[in-house]
């Protein structure tokens, strides 16, 4: 499953291979839009979180959205593929390289005048993964969130906020900042929503500097509670718990022992029985008050 980092690694190895040089052939069997056009020169190569473009010199712009099943490789121009063509979703050949999308639900073009009024984007929020990007930008992005009822679960995979952020980092960030994923994003303090944020960008960062997803190297495979449900969490041995939440039904991975700061469920059970995070979470479960069945 890609997420921002991978995608900023493989856009800058695409950049490196085929900016500056002409295209002697393109093909897209599931293009929505004008053809790119052999001749042309690519100019650029970009990522916003889990989008790539790459544009030509005639302001032509290929967008693909990779989603949880897109990716791009990049190969010599007689090396053979590591998938096979059925996925193929597009390829730019030049006379060294193939860069090659496989799998994404997306693969369209436009024109570089229409960009800001493309109807499938809308505006893209800050890319963390480029060291370029003020953080203090995205905090802002944060703390005026339109919806402050919306779980910060949600919010973190919300693109308009913050680009690069996947499932993965999600559950990771939240963990290490010990905030529940239930909290309603308009609890969020400026401190909380800085924390937030600058441990986003460190683990997005870190990750397209070394290739790894390693967020916790204490924990073997380097992940705090991401796949570990049912096991003990590293920091307070409560178990991590695991659920499918939003649009998507993605898995939702956090720890019920230490992950409660801001935790909405835990605001009125407290006076009721044993205030340990289990029994609260027993209180919250039950049919009749379980706010948010997702």
Not at 114 to 136: N, V
Request: glycine letters at 8%; proline letters at 7%; a neutral charge.
């Amino acid at each position: 499953m890609p997420e921002g980092d991978t995608i900023h690694r493989t856009a800058s190895a695409i950049r490196t291979a085929l900016v500056g040089r002409p295209m002697l052939r393109f093909d897209a069997p599931r293009l929505v839009g004008p053809v790119p056009q052999a001749g042309r020169t690519v100019e650029t190569v970009e990522s916003h979180g889990k989008h790539l473009e790459i544009t030509w010199d005639d302001g032509l712009i290929l967008h693909t959205h990779m989603r949880m099943t897109g990716s791009w490789h990049l190969y010599r121009s007689e090396e053979p593929w590591r998938r096979p063509y059925h996925q193929l979703r597009a390829a730019i050949e030049t006379t060294e390289w193939v860069a090659v999308c496989f799998n994404a639900p997306v693969v369209e073009t436009y024109r570089e005048p229409d960009r800001r009024r493309h109807p499938g984007r809308g505006r893209l929020g800050p890319d963390l993964c480029k060291t370029t990007t003020d953080l203090g930008d995205v905090v802002d992005l944060v703390l005026s969130y339109p919806e402050p009822e919306a779980r910060l679960r949600d919010v973190m995979l919300d693109q308009r906020v913050m680009c690069g952020v996947g499932n993965v980092y999600r559950c990771e960030v939240l963990w290490a900042t010990e905030l529940s994923p239930w909290a309603h994003i308009g609890d969020l303090t400026h401190h909380d929503a800085v924390v937030l944020v600058n441990t986003a960008a460190g683990m997005l960062r870190a990750g397209a500097r070394t290739g790894r997803r390693v967020t916790n190297p204490d924990v073997r495979g380097g992940l705090a509670v991401y796949g570990r449900n049912g096991q003990g969490c590293v920091r307070c041995h409560e178990t991590i718990a695991v659920r499918r939440v939003g649009d998507h039904a993605r898995l939702l991975y956090w720890c019920e022992g230490c992950q409660v700061r801001l935790d909405p469920r835990l605001v009125d059970d407290s006076r009721e029985m044993d205030p340990h995070p289990a029994a609260a979470k027993f209180l919250s479960d039950l049919p009749w008050r379980r706010e948010d069945p997702a």
